[in-house]
T-cell receptor, first 112, second 112 residues
Framework: QKEVEQDPGPLSVPEGAIVSLNCTYS??????FMWYRQYSRKGPELLMY????GNKEDGRFTAQVDKSSKYISLFIRDSQPSDSATYLC????????????FGTGTSLTVIP | DVKVTQSSRYLVKRTGEKVFLECVQD?????MFWYRQDPGLGLRLIYF???????EKGDIPEGYSVSREKKERFSLILESASTNQTSMYLC???????????FGQGTRLTVV
């Protein structure tokens, strides 16, 4: 079993829709949770990170962590065609060392 | 803004060639990483460096070596390129005690 599971999609939504992207994980030691956006043939770009449980909001993006269910989500409000990309979740047990655990990414297309 | 710059966006090399991928970061980060990204496999860590001249093997170091002579520069070397090393290579940097990593734009390497 992989430590981080992410549905690869593809996910296709109309412009303006609310998008929900999710990851599940198996290791309760994870404390830091990150979301990256990756456009085609580009490197991942950090969108936001959260520590432990709770919500964090940045503009149209909200990250949510439910440690009791081992489940994290990224919500995109008022989705735009420019949001079309692959979204990767990443997790860490601590903020030192080399261990990042990445999901394989969910491909999102927002249709104008 | 953190800037991680990879020397090439696209490279085509012949089997058996020695290949150098260069990465430079401008934020004085202690830690630097080399990943490869393949469809369905996600990001896999090749090597990690936590200081000048210091390195650790990642999950898939076979066929690769690295060099970090200066803090801002981390090089990945393919000693004798093979077709199964055709991939997207991603460099990342991270500051100690901060959880998030920042990625370069990626190098798409094709070995023919």
């Amino acid at each position: 079993q992989k430590e981080v599971e992410q549905d690869p999609g593809p996910l296709s939504v109309p412009e303006g829709a609310i998008v929900s992207l999710n990851c599940t994980y198996s290791n309760s030691a994870f404390q830091y949770f990150m979301w990256y956006r990756q456009y085609s043939r580009k490197g991942p770009e950090l969108l936001m990170y959260t520590y432990s449980s709770g919500n964090k909001e940045d503009g149209r993006f909200t990250a949510q962590v439910d440690k009791s269910s081992k489940y994290i989500s990224l919500f995109i409000r008022d989705s735009q065609p420019s949001d079309s990309a692959t979204y990767l979740c990443a997790m860490r047990k601590s903020n030192t060392g080399n261990q990042f655990y990445f999901g394989t990414g969910t491909s999102l297309t927002v249709i104008p | 803004d953190v800037k991680v710059t990879q020397s090439s966006r696209y490279l085509v090399k012949r089997t058996g060639e020695k290949v150098f991928l260069e990465c430079v970061q401008d934020m004085d980060h202690e830690n630097m990483f080399w990943y490869r990204q393949d469809p369905g496999l996600g990001l896999r860590l090749i090597y990690f460096s936590y200081d000048v001249k210091m390195k650790e093997k990642g999950d898939i170091p076979e066929g690769y070596s690295v060099s970090r002579e200066k803090k801002e520069r981390f090089s990945l070397i393919l000693e004798s390129a093979s077709t199964n090393q055709t991939s997207m290579y991603l460099c990342a940097s991270q500051r100690n005690t901060y959880p998030e990593a920042f990625f370069g734009q990626g190098t798409r390497l094709t070995v023919v």
